[in-house]
């Protein structure tokens, strides 16, 4: 009984992302963003949709007004120099991870790289706003024509 309830705790965090075990070496590269939304750290990162690194930290960089992303890459796995990073969810609401797009450049990320083409989470409270605004600015516009 007692390994039974220790195999659930270890499933709920591993589901949970609070656990995990790889023993694979890894290199940090760093990115910058201008909103990570709910992107946490040991997030995912994928790239064609297999894991190949995690997020290490995320600190706010107040000399650029950036969120400053460090990520852990698995050291089997080369990226091209001219990779790009987006931040995406899971389904509709679930939670974030970082999707990662290989480029085409000759030189591979090593440690310490910045990954320099990056796309923001996708807020949507600013979703609705922009939305609601410009209906409400169709509105106006519609009324001045009559």
């Keep these: 009984m007692l390994i039974g309830a220790v195999a659930i705790v270890f ?9 995990s075990l ?14 990570v939304g709910g992107l946490k750290p040991k997030a995912a990162v994928r790239s064609a ?5 995690r997020v290490e930290k995320i600190v706010f960089d107040d000399k650029t007004f950036q969120a400053r992303v460090t990520l852990a890459m698995e050291s089997r796995f080369a990226f091209p120099k001219d990779s790009s990073l987006k931040i995406l969810t899971s389904g509709l609401l679930g939670e974030q991870y970082l999707g990662l797009e290989p480029g085409a450049d000759d030189k591979n990320l090593v440690a310490g790289d910045t990954v320099s083409a990056t ?15 410009s209906k409400a600015a169709d509105g106006i516009s519609g009324e001045r024509e009559k």
């Design 11 to 19: 499933l709920a965090m591993q589901a949970a992302n609070l656990l």
């Design 22 to 35: 790889n023993f694979q070496s890894t290199y940090q590269v760093n990115a910058k963003f201008e909103n």
């Design 49 to 53: 949709g297999v894991v190949v690194g």
């Design 119 to 133: 796309q923001s989470a996708v807020v949507l409270e600013n979703l609705i706003s922009q939305f609601l605004y």
